[in-house]
C-alpha cells in the first residue's frame, strides 16, 4: 500500500481530497472521500470524479476526528528548558493529536488577561496544532473570573485544590466556594486534598516511589472530588475533574452526574502499581499518582460504561535530571502528548475499548465538555481536523522517536499495534509518516461561551 501525496494543477473544486479511507464520524465507520476547501470539511462520499488541488490516498487507513488533548503542560513561558509552546505542538502533531488546551502554572503562572494574551501571541503560528490557554483560579483573581474565563483563546479556568508542580494552589474552602459560585463557563480541577496531603508528608519514604500512592493515597482524592462536586451542585456550576485516578471517584460521579465532567489519562490505564514503581521509579511518578490494579481495573470499567468524558494525556515533561533526583525531590509528571494516540490504540486492538469509544473520548467528548466550535466531528463545515491512522502497524515507542524538549517518554521500548500516520489542522498537513511539515499554522481554539474581544 502506497499512501503518496499527488499534487495536481491548480484552479480546481477543492483544496484537498483525502481518497478511500475508513471514516469515523458520528454516524459509524465507512469508506468516504473527504473533501477539504479553506480549511473546512465541503464533501463527504465517494468524489472519484472530484477535481483538487491535492489528493492524498488514504486507502487501508482510518480517518479519525483531529484528536484534542485538553490537559497539557508546555511550560512556556519560564520553564522551557523542559518544553517550549513549539516543541510541545512538534509532539502532539508528531502523536496524531491536532489540539491542546495548555495548563496555567507556568513561570508566572498564567492568572490574569496580559499573561494569556502573551501566551496567544507566542502560540499564534508557532504552534503546528491548534490550542487554547487554561487561567489559574487564584485567591487575587476570583472576582475577575467571570471576564477572564471568556476571554478568547481561554480554555476556562483551571484550578489547583491540592498542590502540585509549580505555585498555583486554591485549597481555602470559603474561596473555593466562592470561586464556583463566580463561574460562568465550565472549569477545571486538579482534585486532590491538600490538608490531608501535608498531613501525611511523614508517609514518604526517601528514595521509594512506591510510597508516592501511599502519602497521595486514594482517600485525598475523594475527599477532593466529593467536596467539589457538593460546590457545583450548591451553585449549579459545571465542573470538570482531571485525572481522575481511583475507582472510588467514579462510583461517587456516577451518582453525580447532573454538573460533573470526567478526564482520564493513559497512564493511569497502562500503568499500575507496585510495577510500574518497580520498573520505573520516579519516572512514572505523578500526581494524582499512578495507583494499583484494582483501581485501574475501575478507570476502565468507567471508560467503558460511559462515565468518563474524555481522555487527557497530562503531557508533563521534566527533564532526566529533575526526574532522576532521589524521590521525593524528583519531580512529578511525565510527557504524554505523543503517545497518547498509539497507547490507546493499542488498547483499541486488544478489545479494551473500541475504536468508536476512543473518538469519543478524545474529539465529540471534549467537543461536548468544553462547548468547542467547528471542531470535533467530521461534518461538513467543521474544521478540517483528522488524525489518520493506521490500526495495523505495528512499532515500538522508542526515547528517539520523541519530539518533546525532555526528550524521553515512559513508554520507551513499548511495542504497539496502531500508530498515527498523518495529522491534518484545519486542511493544512501539520505531521506526514513522521515528518513534521512547515510552516506551523497553529491558531486558537474558538468556543461557544468564550471570544470575548481583547
Ligand atoms: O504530575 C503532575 N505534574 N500533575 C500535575 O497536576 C501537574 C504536572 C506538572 O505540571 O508537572
Not at 483573581?141 to 508542580?165: C, H, Q, R, W, Y
Not at 500526581?287 to 497530562?314: C, F, M, Y
Amino acid at each position: 500500500m502506497s499512501n503518496k501525496l499527488t499534487t495536481r494543477s491548480s484552479n480546481l473544486a477543492y483544496d484537498l481530497i483525502l481518497r478511500g479511507g475508513t471514516v469515523v464520524n458520528h454516524e459509524g465507520m465507512g469508506i468516504r472521500d473527504i473533501a477539504v476547501k479553506a480549511g473546512r470539511i465541503a464533501c463527504l462520499g465517494d468524489l472519484g470524479m472530484v477535481s483538487s488541488k491535492k489528493v492524498i490516498n488514504c486507502k487501508g487507513l482510518h480517518i479519525l476526528p483531529g484528536v484534542i488533548d485538553s490537559q497539557v503542560h508546555f511550560r512556556e513561558p519560564g520553564l522551557e528548558h523542559k518544553e517550549n509552546l513549539q516543541t510541545g505542538s512538534r509532539a502532539a502533531v508528531a502523536g496524531g493529536v491536532t489540539t491542546v488546551f495548555d495548563m496555567p502554572n507556568t513561570a508566572p503562572p498564567t492568572t490574569n488577561e496580559k499573561q494569556l494574551v502573551d501566551k496567544l501571541s507566542r502560540a499564534h503560528h508557532r504552534m503546528f496544532c491548534d490550542f487554547a490557554f487554561y487561567i489559574g483560579g487564584t485567591s487575587e483573581n476570583i472576582d475577575n473570573i467571570p471576564e477572564l474565563e471568556k476571554i478568547e483563546g481561554s480554555a476556562g479556568i483551571k484550578v489547583f485544590m491540592g498542590s502540585s508542580t509549580g505555585s498555583l494552589l486554591l485549597d481555602d474552602k470559603v474561596e473555593l466556594d466562592y470561586l464556583i459560585s463566580r463561574l460562568g463557563r465550565r472549569a477545571a480541577f486538579h482534585a486532590e486534598d491538600e490538608t490531608r496531603l501535608v498531613m501525611r508528608q511523614h508517609i514518604k519514604r526517601v528514595g521509594d516511589s512506591s510510597s508516592h500512592p501511599e502519602w497521595r493515597d486514594s482517600r485525598s482524592a475523594l475527599i477532593a472530588t466529593e467536596r467539589l462536586v457538593q460546590l457545583a451542585e450548591k451553585h449549579k456550576r459545571r465542573v470538570h475533574i482531571l485525572h481522575i485516578s481511583t475507582g472510588d471517584e467514579m462510583d461517587y460521579l456516577r451518582a453525580h452526574r447532573q454538573w460533573v465532567t470526567a478526564e482520564v489519562t493513559p497512564n493511569h490505564l497502562t500503568f499500575s502499581a507496585p510495577d510500574c514503581y518497580r520498573e520505573l521509579g520516579t519516572y512514572v511518578q505523578m500526581n494524582p499518582p499512578v495507583r494499583n490494579a484494582e483501581h485501574q481495573k475501575r478507570i476502565w470499567q468507567a471508560v467503558v460504561d460511559g462515565t468518563v468524558d474524555v481522555l487527557g494525556s497530562d503531557h508533563a515533561p521534566h527533564t532526566r535530571e529533575e526526574k532522576g533526583r532521589v524521590y521525593p525531590d524528583s519531580y512529578s509528571g511525565m510527557p504524554g502528548v505523543q503517545t497518547l494516540v498509539p497507547i490507546m490504540l493499542d488498547h483499541v486492538n486488544s478489545g479494551r475499548l473500541s475504536l468508536a469509544r476512543f473518538v469519543d473520548l478524545t474529539s465529540h467528548g471534549p467537543q461536548r465538555v468544553f462547548g468547542i466550535t467547528s471542531k470535533g466531528r467530521i461534518a461538513i463545515g467543521y474544521d478540517a481536523d483528522f488524525t489518520v491512522v493506521d490500526l495495523k502497524r505495528q512499532k515500538t515507542i522508542t526515547d528517539s522517536w520523541i519530539e518533546s524538549k525532555c526528550g524521553w517518554t515512559p513508554y520507551n521500548g513499548v511495542t504497539v499495534t496502531g500508530w498515527p500516520v498523518g495529522t491534518f489542522v484545519r486542511g493544512h498537513l501539520a505531521m506526514w509518516e513522521g515528518e513534521i511539515l512547515l510552516p506551523a499554522r497553529g491558531e486558537s481554539v474558538r468556543f461557544q461561551e468564550g471570544g470575548l474581544l481583547r
